[in-house]
T-cell receptor, first 113, second 118 residues
Framework: KAGVTQTPRYLIKTRGQQVTLSCSPI?????VSWYQQTPGQGLQFLFE???????NKGNFPGRFSGRQFSNSRSEMNVSTLELGDSALYLC????????????FGPGTRLTVL | AQSVTQLDSQVPVFEEAPVELRCNYS??????LFWYVQYPNQGLQLLLK??????LVKGINGFEAEFNKSQTSFHLRKPSVHISDTAEYFC????????????????FGAGTQVVVTP
C-alpha cells in the first residue's frame, strides 16, 4: 500500500507571496490532518478534513486555509507569507474514526525569505 | 484542552543500554495516547498507541509503554537500544469521542532527542 505523499518536498518563497501544498492520503483514508513543525513551537495542529469538510481547526490565522477533494487529496494554502511561516508542514491521513492511527507524509519544507 | 509534557529534551544513551522516555499529560477528558518517532528529514512513524485495555502496550522495534492513569503518564521504554534508534521521539494525545476538538487532532509534546553512541 502506498504511503502518504506530499508535494513539493521543498519550497522557497518570499514574504507576501502565497503557497499551496498538496497531500495525497493512503488509499481508503478519508481524513487528512495538517501540522506545522518549527524548532520553537514544535508540532502544531492546523486543521483536519474528512469527506471534503473541515471538521476541526487549530489556532492559526485565517491566512492558513485548506480544502479536500472528492478523492480525499488535500491542499493547504498560506497567503501573504511571513518569515515566521518557515517550517516543515506535515500532513497525516487516517480512516477518520476516533483513535485511528495517523500516518504521516515526509513533509514539505517551506522557507520564506 | 490537552497538554503533553516530555520531561527530557535530550537523552544520551550507550548502545545496548536500556532507555526510558518520560511523558506526562493533562486533560479534562479521557484521551488516547501515542508515541511517534521522527528520523532526520522524514515524517513521523507510529511506534505504539494506547486506546484501552491492558496498560502495557508493545510496539514496533522492541519498544513498549505503560499507561498510568493515576499519574497521567505514558512512559516509553526499550531494554536495549541500537545506533539506529537515534531519532526524535514524540508523545501525543487525542481526545476521545464527544469533545469538540477531538477530530483528527493530535496534541504533541516538545519531543525527546535520543542519541545512541557506541
Amino acid at each position: 500500500k502506498a504511503g502518504v505523499t506530499q508535494t513539493p518536498r521543498y519550497l522557497i518563497k518570499t514574504r507576501g507571496q502565497q503557497v499551496t501544498l498538496s497531500c495525497s492520503p493512503i488509499s481508503g483514508h478519508r481524513s487528512v490532518s495538517w501540522y506545522q513543525q518549527t524548532p520553537g513551537q514544535g508540532l502544531q495542529f492546523l486543521f483536519e478534513y474528512f469527506s471534503e469538510t473541515q471538521r476541526n481547526k487549530g489556532n492559526f490565522p485565517g491566512r492558513f486555509s485548506g480544502r479536500q477533494f472528492s478523492n480525499s487529496r488535500s491542499e493547504m494554502n498560506v497567503s501573504t507569507l511571513e518569515l515566521g511561516d518557515s517550517a516543515l508542514y506535515l500532513c497525516a491521513s487516517a480512516r477518520g474514526g476516533q483513535g485511528d492511527t495517523q500516518y504521516f507524509g515526509p513533509g514539505t519544507r517551506l522557507t520564506v525569505l | 484542552a490537552q497538554s503533553v509534557t516530555q520531561l527530557d529534551s535530550q537523552v544520551p544513551v550507550f548502545e545496548e543500554a536500556p532507555v526510558e522516555l518520560r511523558c506526562n499529560y493533562s486533560s479534562s477528558v479521557s484521551v488516547y495516547l501515542f508515541w511517534y518517532v521522527q528520523y532526520p528529514n522524514q515524517g513521523l512513524q507510529l511506534l505504539l498507541k494506547y486506546l484501552s485495555g491492558s496498560t502495557l502496550v508493545k510496539g514496533i522495534n522492541g519498544f513498549e509503554a505503560e499507561f498510568n492513569k493515576s499519574q497521567t503518564s505514558f512512559h516509553l521504554r526499550k531494554p536495549s537500544v541500537h545506533i539506529s534508534d537515534t531519532a526524535e521521539y514524540f508523545c501525543a494525545v487525542s481526545a476521545r469521542l464527544g469533545t469538540t476538538d477531538s477530530w483528527g487532532k493530535l496534541q504533541f509534546g516538545a519531543g525527546t532527542q535520543v542519541v545512541v553512541t557506541p
